[in-house]
Structures are given as structure tokens and as C-alpha cells.
């Protein structure tokens, strides 16, 4: 036998063996789109059976792909793009020597462009041209973390401590805890103060804005004083809320857990026209405290509490488990020009129940009402607001002073805490550049703080005087 009748016959052989293999091989072929149904050219599309891939396919300029040579079976589809997030079609089934049709539609994924930050400088500038470490959380970060308060979205950051007194109640610290108020932490809303106008405390709970209105957080480890005053050795953390402009539309959340929290969250805005914008937020929450243990030995040693002496010694009377509050804000924008705005905001929040901490024992806390006004503006770098905050302790008393006959607010009853503080800001800042690498800015503000707190009110405060703040030269 020649020598090319013997290849002749192998081939044959060869192609005999190959064809009903072939014949039983399957494939997928479909389309890659965008959210707007737009085809995606240059996805990368995996077929994959457990953790094995089988095939790997490029969209053409059309968005189509085809994945060959498939063994009969069932196979998950992944598609990558740059721009473009990873998205999976499971179950996708091939039979013997049929192909199957899988279209695939990729959302956009948002890009993390440079971050713009008003802290440091208090005016917009890139985060890397900042003379300062900032960190920042974003509103993405914000919407993905189930939160009672603020407290919760900024626990992880480095150098901030977050101090626990159950569900709702959390002190924020920089730089280490500095008293039983945590306060040396300067704490901003909006640019205006977020603290208990005779107390200068932070009580989280007492922010009158929800999670779902909260645009980022910025937060300033370290001394800045050359723009926020003397009293901000510990850094600034600054809460910013979206705008009405940018962020329309309608938002309900309801949360739930363990220890019965049930929390409740509306958010709405609408611009009519581009120059006034108009925004409503607020929120509810409820929850039930863990119990203490109240000192009476508890024999079984199964018991969380055996052996451990109470944590209320000298309270006077039983805390209440059940806490909650509410609160809200509403807004107006107004703008005349691009260069310019005007924006008004009214808050108001309530802790209708919750134990608070103080310097003479825990408080029970009793409908505290907190409130704030504001109007500030801006024309190119000029910045300029008024903004009041105002406290009313409602029925608070000390759990270890309180009496039977105790009925809060009684200025002659050494148990209630009186305070019905508030305080007057305004503020006005401008700036200059001088050439490419030097800015000037300048700035006066002036803060009026009158306590009203009288009786057994934690803490006394009562400057009375105005305060003029420090220029600031960079």
C-alpha cells in the first residue's frame, strides 16, 4: 500500500471519529446591551460549568457574541466590561449539537471620579489639593449600611472612636475620648452646628437629618482651628444632605431587626424650575433596650446575668426599655443665577424616650425636642448664613434624684434637668486667589449662646458673650 493511500486513510478515519463528535457539541449566542439598550462592543463572556470555563467570547461592534465547541450541559454566563458592571445570566442550557440564545444586559457601573471636599478649606476643592487628611463617605456607602445614626457610618473610619449606650445612643470621638459628653469632636450639618447649644454635646439621636437625605460625610482628624474657632483640637466632622436639585424624587425605607427596631424613612424633593427646588425628609424609629441586671444574684449559671452586680445601683427608679424619636427637615432652594443660591432649612427632632449619660448620673430622657433654623447663601466665593439652634430638655430627670413626686420640668425639683438653650450663629467668608498656587481667605464669625438651663442641668454654661473667630491665611 502507497504511502499516500495509507494517509488518505487515516484522514478519513479521523474525520469519521471527529463528525459525530461535532454533531453533538452545542453553543450560545446572544447580545450584549447597556441599561438604555444600547449595544456594548468588546465584552468579555464567560460560559462556565461550576468553576471551570468552557468558552470565552468578544462582542463585535453590534454587541453580539457566539461561544462554540459546548458540550451538552448547563452552563453561567458572566460578562465584564470596563465602565460596565459584572453581570451573570445563570442556567443557560445546551443540547447536543442545538445553540442556545442568551441576550445579556449590563448597567452602567458609576465611576469614582475625584472627590470635590468643602471642609478643609470651606469652600469646593480636590480632595488631593487639600492641606489635610479627609476622609469621606459617600452617599453609595451611605444607602448600602443599615443605620440607626450617624455614629454608624463613620465607626470604621481610622482615628474615630464610637462610644455604645444601646440602640440609639453612641458618643463620636477623634483623636481619644476626651469626657463623659464626647464633645470635643467638632460636628457640622449643612455648615451649621450639630451640637446641644448649653452643652456643647454631640447626641447623634438628635439630628434632625435622615440617612437617606445624607449626600456624604467629611470627616478632618487634628487641630482646625485656623477655620472653625478654638475649639475643634479634635477635628471637624461635617454632614452635607443632597439638594433638591440634583437628588429628585421620592425615597421610603422601613428598617427592622432584633430588640423590635422598626424604623420608618420618607424622603421626596422636586425642582419645578431650575432656580427653586424644594425638599421634605423624615424619619421614626422605635426599639426596645437590652434589660440590665438588677442585682439579685441569679442562681442559674446559665443566666447572662450570674454573679453580676447591677448596672442602675442608685437609680431611684426603673428605666424605660422602650425608646424612640423622630425627626425630619424641611428645605427651600433658590437660584437667582448659576453663581448663586439661596437656601432656607427648618429641623426639628424629638427623643420622645431614651437614658442619657450625664455628669450627675443617667438621665431618662423625656420628649427632648431639638430645632434649628438656617439661611445662608453663596454668590461666587462669597459665603454667608444665620442659622439658630434651640434645645428643650422636655420631662428629663435623673434616674438616681428622681422622687414619686417627681412631674419634669419643675425648676424646684433637683431630678429635672431644665435646658432650654439656644443659640445664634452668623458667619460670612470670602476668597482670593493670587496667582496659581496661592489662596486667601478670610472670614468672620460670631456665635451667641444663651444656656437658660437652670436647676440641676448637667453641666453649666453660661458665656454670654459674642465671639469674634479666627482669620484664616493659607
Known amino acids: ?84 458592571r459584572l453581570t451573570r445570566v445563570e442556567n443557560v442550557v445546551v443540547g447536543a449539537g442545538a445553540s442556545a440564545t442568551a441576550n445579556i444586559a449590563m448597567p452602567r457601573a458609576p465611576l469614582q471620579l475625584e472627590q470635590i471636599i468643602t471642609t478643609v478649606g470651606r469652600e469646593p476643592e480636590k480632595a488631593l489639593d487639600a492641606p489635610a487628611n479627609v476622609a469621606v463617605i459617600t452617599s453609595e ?34 483623636r481619644g475620648f476626651n469626657n463623659i459628653f464626647s464633645g470635643a469632636l467638632m460636628t457640622l450639618t449643612d455648615y451649621r452646628f450639630a451640637f446641644v447649644p448649653s452643652l456643647r454635646v454631640n447626641i447623634p439621636y438628635l ?70 427646588g424644594f425638599k421634605l425628609s423624615y424619619d421614626a424609629f422605635k426599639g426596645r433596650e437590652w434589660d440590665f441586671c438588677d442585682g439579685k444574684g441569679f442562681a442559674d449559671k446559665d443566666s447572662p446575668c450570674y454573679n453580676i452586680p447591677a448596672d442602675t445601683v442608685g437609680e431611684q427608679k426603673p428605666r424605660e426599655r422602650d425608646i424612640n424619636r423622630q425627626g425630619g427637615e424641611v428645605r427651600v432652594d433658590f437660584r437667582p443665577t448659576p453663581s448663586s443660591e439661596i437656601i432656607a432649612n427648618y429641623g426639628r427632632s424629638q427623643a420622645g424616650s431614651a437614658v442619657e449619660p450625664t455628669g450627675l448620673g443617667p438621665a431618662q430622657v ?24 434651640t434645645s428643650d430638655a422636655g420631662g428629663t430627670y435623673l434616674l438616681q434624684k428622681v422622687r414619686s413626686s417627681t412631674n419634669c420640668p419643675d425648676p424646684t ?48 454654661m453660661t458665656t454670654r458673650s459674642p465671639r469674634l473667630a479666627d482669620t484664616c491665611i493659607r
Not at 423590635?260 to 431650575?274: F, K
Not at 425636642?369 to 454667608?384: I, P, S
Not at 476668597?431 to 437658660?452: A, E, K, S, W
Request: hydrophobic letters at 40%; glycine letters at 10%; charged letters at 15%.
Open 366 to 389: 423625656k420628649d427632648w425636642v431639638y430645632q434649628t433654623y438656617q439661611l445662608r447663601g453663596r454668590y461666587n466665593r462669597l459665603f454667608g448664613q444665620v442659622f439658630v439652634n
Open 413 to 460: 425639683d433637683d431630678a429635672c434637668i431644665i435646658d432650654k438653650s439656644y443659640q445664634i450663629a452668623a458667619q460670612a467668608q470670602h476668597g482670593l486667589n493670587f496667582g496659581l498656587r496661592q489662596r486667601f481667605l478670610y472670614g468672620v464669625d460670631y456665635v451667641h449662646t444663651i444656656p437658660t438651663a437652670r436647676s440641676t442641668a448637667p453641666t453649666k
Open 141 to 174: 456607602q451611605v444607602n448600602e449600611r443599615a443605620a440607626v445614626s450617624v455614629a454608624d457610618h463613620v465607626a470604621a473610619l481610622p482615628g474615630i472612636d464610637v462610644a455604645r449606650g444601646g440602640l440609639m445612643r453612641a458618643n463620636i470621638v477623634a
Open 1 to 84: 500500500m502507497s504511502a499516500n493511500r495509507m494517509r488518505m486513510l487515516l484522514v478519513l478515519a479521523f474525520m469519521a471519529f471527529a463528525l459525530p463528535a461535532a454533531a453533538q457539541s452545542g453553543s450560545i449566542s446572544g447580545k450584549v446591551t447597556d441599561d438604555g439598550g444600547r449595544p456594548v462592543p468588546g465584552a468579555r463572556v464567560h460560559a462556565a460549568q461550576g468553576i471551570s470555563t468552557s468558552a470565552v467570547a468578544v462582542s463585535n461592534e453590534n454587541g453580539d457574541f457566539r461561544l462554540g465547541n459546548l458540550a451538552p450541559g448547563t452552563y453561567v454566563l458572566t460578562a465584564t466590561r470596563i465602565g460596565m
Open 207 to 276: 439630628s434632625t437629618t435622615t440617612n437617606e437625605d445624607i449626600d456624604r460625610i467629611e470627616v478632618v482628624l487634628g487641630p482646625a482651628a485656623a477655620l472653625y474657632g478654638p475649639n475643634t483640637a479634635s477635628g471637624v466632622m461635617a454632614l452635607f444632605t443632597k439638594s433638591p436639585f440634583a437628588s429628585q424624587g421620592t425615597t421610603v425605607t422601613i428598617d427592622g431587626g432584633n430588640q423590635s427596631v422598626l424604623r420608618g424613612s420618607l424622603r421626596t424633593a422636586w425642582a419645578p424650575n431650575q432656580k427653586l
